[in-house]
């Protein structure tokens, strides 16, 4: 679908990594995008590079200003993009960059919608990938998402340039300017369509956040809690929970986060100066052993800018720190001693990647006889779209079963030769149940709830299914593995440290 696409790219002393955020764009398939670049009082040889690119393809121009920060140079690009006629408008930072069909994929859902996003693949600060994505959320984010945490990195998503008129980045602030602008959208009622792809890559860089986490905690804190305030003004209580428990829950989830971020780039054994943090800020005053894994996982990523792997050696650098953390924790009553131990196994199993699942799985699958009979999967959530990909992309014929989940997710799995897909509540074509019957099932991560609506699904449609294969009982199984490293780390460790 051609449109008018503008990128703006802000660039302050970016000159090591530039080039390649052009390069993506070089290499799109969506074609019809011009780049302008704002030069924010880059003393780097970054212009120079730009200045190539701009000789070498006429969709590429700069423009210079005095330094005003990040949302300040995203507001001169976005004025450009709407002076010039844009009707979509993007913002990518200097040192990220697009996967080469991310405009081809977002362009259409952000026409239609207003805006669109993706998942992202998040790297260190050499560009190398850490293996780990932060994929698609939820088929539309509105307010109501948006509440517990921004959902996706400012390069996943693109805009209708109409929905950006009457709105800036806040120069004021000194970061979360992305949330405290898309909880302002989001409050005029945009909605984004998701987009189930990784659209881009997502650099991390542990030197530009370490030591200001206090600082990103209290602006979070404040931008959400005075959004929050605004939509009750505003009449949206009617509609979604915008109590003081959810509000408490949702900052108390990112405190917390911060808080970890903290305490693992701090030496101290105490941890004094990330319990200080998290006491000063809005949370729910106990922490259950799930919360502190997610935290966790999060702080690694984010702040750590490493993968929560364990191999014998990366985790060396973070387990001992995040016990330590965690007993401090249990110091000020946040959670309870003997909930540091379920946090782990929590954690272990919270780190397993979904490829070894899915690798299982359709190994066991194959044992099964998929390869000829082939799959069925049930549920077309998140794992159970990337297991129907998976079986097709190996030539499988995919069947996927799915009249209980929202309309909305089973539509994010693209049509693909190999899969065919039951409607809500529609029956099965005889033909159909006869290509399938004995196929092994999968499901993905179901809910007893969802796994009961599944069962009656399989029912209704009058398969008569082979063998059952399930995504919890192999990740239980990985995180049990999992679990034992840690033991034998942290014991390893006390052992030697005597």
Known sequence: MPANLTVVVPMYNSAATVAATLDSLLAQTFADWSCVVINDGSSDDGPSIVERYAARDGRITMLAQPNRGLPGARNTGLEHALNTGAELVHFLDADDWMAPDAYRWLAPAAMEAGASYGGYELCGPTGRPLGRQSPMSAPYVGLNEQIDWNRAATHAMLFRADVLKAERFNESLSCVEDYDMWLRLALAGLRLKGVDRIVCGYRLRPDSMSKKFAGMSAT????????????RD????????????????????????????????????????????????????????????????TALLLGSCVAPDL????????????????????EEGWTGFDEIEPAFAELATKIVHPDPIVAAMLEEAALAGAGELGLVVLGAERFGRRLARSAARRGWRVLVLDDFSEPAEAACLEPHPMLAALPGGAPLDAAV?????????????????????????????????????????????????????????????MAKAG
């Open 220 to 231: 979070y804190q404040a931008v959400l809690s005075r959004h929050v305030r605004a939509a």
């Open 433 to 493: 149940r006869g290509a399938f019957d004995g196929a092994p099932v999968v499901t993905g991560l179901m809910s007893d709830a969802q796994r009961r609506a599944g069962d009656d699904c399989v029912g209704r449609s009058h398969l008569r299914p082979g063998s059952r294969i399930e995504w919890r009982a192999h990740r239980d199984a990985l995180g049990r593995a999992n679990l034992d490293r840690i033991h034998a780390a942290l014991s390893s460790r």
């Open 311 to 330: 191999d014998g050696w990366a985790e060396r650098a973070w387990l001992a720190s995040l016990r330590r953390w965690w007993v401090r924790c249990a």
């Open 234 to 297: 505003a009449g949206w209580g009617e509609r979604i929970d915008l109590s003081e428990a959810r509000l408490a829950k949702a900052m108390g989830g990112v405190n917390l986060g911060y808080a970890t971020m903290d305490a693992l780039a701090d030496p101290c054994p105490g941890k004094a100066r990330a319990a200080a943090l998290l006491d000063s800020r809005i949370h729910s005053g106990r922490f259950t052993p799930a919360e502190l894994a997610q935290a966790a996982s």
